[in-house]
């Protein structure tokens, strides 16, 4: 369990260092060296490039940060990446829940970005259907269970009773990211 809490603090620390490497390179596009909110090229639809101004993170970009937050979530009800949640469906097995976090890491990684690469969006989105179908088919099959699951395991209980109600959430988000920036797909 140690190595999988040393394995996570690693990413964690990556993913700032490659934050930083992203708000410092990024600065300016690296066509004509002119401020990013400059349109990158032709075929991109200038109002998608505008990079948020102010303090204050826009609703889209916290969008991102959230689902990142919410897949950060695993290392909690997984105990530390156990496989807590592995037992009750192999899905969650430990390698399942870094797996989840690497994802929670992508999205992060875009977070600044999302206007530009809405087919990244998109495949968000579907990666969130794929989880949520296979929460209602355990809720189908399986969620009789939860009310003694939830009283000899509430971390694990809770788990099973949320998670795909989040990830449908999210699905939506990603899918209408996708939607709002699609003149994006095509690039020259």
Known sequence: MQ???RILLG???TCNVFSLFIETTNQYNHYDRQPYHVSLNQSINNDACTRPTGDLMDAKKFGFVLAFAYNSGIGIFS???SNSLGDIDPLFS???CIAIQLWGFAYLAIANHYSLVPALALVYALEKLFYAQHWIFWMIEYGHTLPNLIQSDPITGVFYAIYGAGDIGFMVF?????????ANFKSK
Do not use: C, D, H, P
């Not at 990211?177 to 699609?182: D, H, L, P, S, Y």
């Open 79 to 81: 105990k530390g990446f």
């Open 94 to 96: 430990s390698n399942g």
């Open 11 to 13: 990413l964690i620390e």
């Open 174 to 182: 990603f899918a209408w990211i996708a939607w709002t920036f699609r």
């Open 3 to 5: 190595s999988n809490v």
